[in-house]
């Protein structure tokens, strides 16, 4: 019950916490969300989600970083 009541307070700092980050931040901490939580899941079948999570935020960074990079023109 506990969790249930904290999940919403950190999800709302963690968002927060993007209003000042140009479009290139955002589109690394997102690529970076999402890449951990997509390794995460690929990782629990060999038994490795937490590497799968720590490999998958590292890609996922590097192609957001990418993708807002392309979007500023440089």
Do not use: H
Not at 12 to 39: E, I, K
Request: glycine letters at 24%; proline letters at 1%; one cysteine or more.
């Amino acid at each position: 019950m506990r969790k249930i009541l904290i999940l919403p307070v950190v999800a709302g700092l963690a968002l927060g916490g993007c209003a000042d980050m140009t479009d290139t931040q955002r589109s690394t901490a997102t690529g970076a969300a999402l890449g951990a939580v997509g390794g995460a899941a690929i990782g629990s079948f060999s038994a490795n989600a937490g590497w799968g999570a720590l490999i998958g935020a590292g890609v996922g960074a590097a192609g957001g970083y990418m993708v807002g990079r392309s979007r500023e023109g440089g």
